[in-house]
């Protein structure tokens, strides 16, 4: 499975921006599919997760609320819509899947197979 990010940029606080993971060589369907963050200095941390199969969304006590993730199973992509941005979630975004994680995994970025390259968020205060 080959990740695609996009839509990160540069936005004020209070804005939104939607990320974008789309897929290629499997449907992501299949896949537990997750956002991680990076900051300069400090490991991933993640951000939020959807279940595949299934759709069980599972989320950092930090977004909760504000980010929504999803997946459209047609176009093989995941977004992640995040409203009311705030400074504090300035990062780089990485998309990542991985085929038969179970829940107490997914909030683990060792846990995934696959990675697409991150998209640059950045707010502005």
């Known amino acids: 499975v080959q990740l695609q990010a996009s839509g990160g940029g540069l936005v004020q606080a209070w804005a939104s921006l939607r990320l974008s993971c789309a897929a290629s060589?499997?449907?992501?369907?299949?896949?537990?599919t997750a956002w991680f963050r990076r900051t300069p200095g400090k490991e991933s941390a993640f951000v939020a997760a959807?279940?595949?199969?299934?759709?069980?969304?599972y989320y950092a006590n930090s977004v909760k609320g504000r980010f929504t993730i999803s997946r459209d199973n047609a176009e093989s992509t995941v977004h992640l819509q995040m409203n009311n941005l705030k400074p504090e979630d300035t990062a780089i975004y990485y998309c990542?899947?991985?085929?038969?994680?179970?829940?107490?995994?997914?909030?683990?970025?060792?846990?995934?197979?696959?990675w697409g390259q991150g998209t640059q968020v950045t707010v502005s205060s």
């Open positions: 990542a899947a991985s085929p038969n994680l179970i829940v107490s995994s997914m909030s683990s970025a060792s846990r995934y197979n696959y």
């Open positions: 060589g499997r449907p992501l369907s299949s896949y537990t």
């Open positions: 959807i279940r595949g199969p299934g759709t069980s969304t």
